[in-house]
Structures are given as structure tokens and as C-alpha cells.
């Protein structure tokens, strides 16, 4: 059983959808929460925040403890300060549950520098910030002789694990490397007390996935229970990148080897090569769409599937 009473958790994103659901599940569950979410646009432009504040009113109004934080996880010094608030205001840092996202959906063709840059600054420069400076912490208590439990909690995608989804090319991108940088990070800090898990949502009805068509898009409260147990004192799991889909929740493997074809006792020519391959059986990534998004979309054919994709891309 996990353990949340008096842990001090930094959410980032936490203003709306998964976020704000996570910063109140955590703080009804005894945490003290640092709401951090500057307030943008999908697309990370403009600011407001009251978007941070009116979480911190929900949780206050049910007796947590919590305090916003308006700064951004792109930006270096923000990401050290919004630590250093949470240790100012609660006396500690337990854990980090780095949400925040951005997205820009476009085909390759018309995807802009700054359009691909901006998505990926927020979701994995911003989770390597925020983590980073939570680690410098967690280092120098543990070196002063503190052994506490400490958590990370990154945030992935279906759409960067499972479907990588077209027009997405930034955002899946993102999320495929935050869960790579997940088990780098488990492996490097364990040595602190700190495991490090990543969160991966699929088919969740936030402002991200407001034009997704089809009804099988769920809560956005259906993620918070799982990052409350990875948070908790007590969680045994760390390098775990676990997908959440309704009330399932799935352990991720990774790239894995699949068939292979052997050279032998010679090296290949390209034309061996392209005749052994031609003989594997491969997965056409429209197929593995239909089988991942059709049922949602209410599509049953892989042809339905390809035209609707190629329709949103024009």
C-alpha cells in the first residue's frame, strides 16, 4: 500500500485535463501540491494565471494544501524555482509528476521549425528540467544523510508508444523519447532513493483531444489513481512505462526484436538482403492504427482508416 500523507508532490500541467485530475486526486489523498501550469493555449501561446489558481482554490475548498506555480518548464531558471517553491512552502520535494504538454498537429510538408521545436521543448526539455532540478535536490539531502522516499512520474502517450498518430510528428516524437529518458533516469537515480516511472494515456477527452472523433474517449480522472500510487511512499516499481486505456493499465516493453534473417558466413549484398526481407512478415503501420484507434473512430477497415488520415492531412 502506498502512502500519501504529507508527501509534497510538483505537478506541472496541472491546470486542466489529466493534470488538474491528478493534482486533485494526489491532494485529496493527503498530499501537499504544487500546482504549476502557466496557463497557455494548446499551442503554448499566451498565459493566465488564473488557470493555476483555480485548482489551488478547488483543493484548499476541500482542506489540502497547495500553491501555484505559473512558470514554464522550457525555461531553465522557472524549472529550478518551481522546486525550490515546492521546498519553501512544504519544507520538502517527494515527488514530480511532469505533465505539461503542448501540440501543434500538422502533415510533415507544412510543420514549421518553431511548430516542431515549441512541442518538443515543453514536453521533453521540460520534463528533463523540472527532473533535473528535483535531482539536484534529492542529491544533496540524500548526501546530508535524508533517506526519504522520492518519485518521478513522467508522461508519455499512446500516440508516441503504441499509434503513432500522422500530423503528429513533434508530439509523438516527444513522448517516444520521455519514456526512453524514463529508464535512463531510473537507472541513474536509484543511488539517491528516487524511482522513476512514466505514465502513458490513451484515448483521454482533454483540450488535446477535443477534435478526436468516436466515443471511446474517457476521463481524464482515469489516470490520476495509477500517478498517485507511483508517487505514494512505498511504490516498489521504478524504469516502468506503464499505458492506461480506460480501467486497464498495461506494462509497456519497448522496442523489441522481432524476426531477423542471418547473413551467414558472408556479408550481404544488398539484392540477398532485399529477398530475405521481402520473405519476413512485417507490420503495416496502418494496420497496427486500425487495430489501435479503429473501435474509437468507429472504423473497422484499414482503407477507412487510411482515407480518414489521409483526409486530415489534405
Not at 53 to 72: H, K, L, P, Q, W
Not at 202 to 215: E, H, I, K, Q
Not at 242 to 248: E, H, I, T
Not at 261 to 286: H, I, K, N, Q, R
Amino acid at each position: 500500500m502506498t502512502g500519501m500523507t504529507g508527501r509534497t508532490v510538483l505537478v506541472t500541467g496541472a491546470g486542466r485535463g489529466i493534470g488538474r485530475a491528478e493534482a486533485l486526486h494526489l491532494a485529496e489523498a493527503g498530499a501537499n501540491v504544487v500546482v504549476n501550469d502557466p496557463g497557455v493555449e494548446i499551442d503554448g501561446r499566451g498565459g493566465d494565471e488564473s488557470v493555476a489558481a483555480a485548482v489551488v482554490d478547488e483543493i484548499r475548498a476541500f482542506g489540502g494544501r497547495a500553491v501555484a506555480d505559473t512558470g514554464s518548464v522550457v525555461d531553465w531558471d522557472d524549472a529550478r524555482r518551481m522546486v525550490e517553491r515546492a521546498v519553501a512552502e512544504f519544507g520538502d520535494l517527494h515527488a514530480v509528476v511532469n505533465n505539461a504538454a503542448t501540440e501543434v498537429n500538422k502533415g510533415l510538408e507544412r510543420l514549421g521549425e518553431a511548430e516542431f521545436d515549441d512541442v518538443v521543448a515543453v514536453k521533453l526539455k521540460g520534463t528533463f528540467a523540472v527532473s533535473r532540478w528535483a535531482a539536484v535536490h534529492w542529491r544533496a539531502q540524500h548526501e546530508a544523510g535524508v533517506r526519504v522516499d522520492r518519485a518521478i512520474v513522467n508522461t508519455a502517450s499512446g500516440s508516441g508508444l503504441l499509434n503513432p498518430l500522422p500530423t503528429q510528428s513533434n508530439y509523438a516524437a516527444a513522448n517516444s523519447a520521455v519514456a526512453a529518458m524514463t529508464i535512463v533516469h531510473a537507472l541513474e537515480l536509484r543511488r539517491w532513493g528516487v524511482r522513476v516511472n512514466c505514465v502513458s494515456p490513451s484515448m483521454v477527452r482533454t483540450r488535446l483531444t477535443a477534435t478526436v472523433p468516436g466515443s471511446g474517449m474517457t476521463d481524464p480522472g482515469v489516470v490520476a489513481p495509477l500517478v498517485t500510487c507511483l508517487a505514494g511512499d512505498g511504490c516498489l516499481l521504478t524504469g516502468q512505462v506503464l499505458s492506461v486505456r480506460g480501467g486497464s493499465v498495461a506494462v509497456n516493453r519497448g522496442w523489441t526484436l522481432g524476426p531477423r534473417v542471418e547473413s551467414g558466413s558472408e556479408p550481404w549484398t544488398a539484392a540477398a538482403l532485399a529477398d530475405a526481407l521481402a520473405a519476413v512478415e512485417m507490420v503495416d503501420p496502418f494496420d497496427a492504427l486500425t487495430a489501435a484507434l479503429g473501435d474509437a473512430l468507429g472504423l473497422t477497415s484499414r482503407e477507412d482508416v487510411e482515407a480518414v488520415v489521409n483526409a486530415q492531412l489534405g
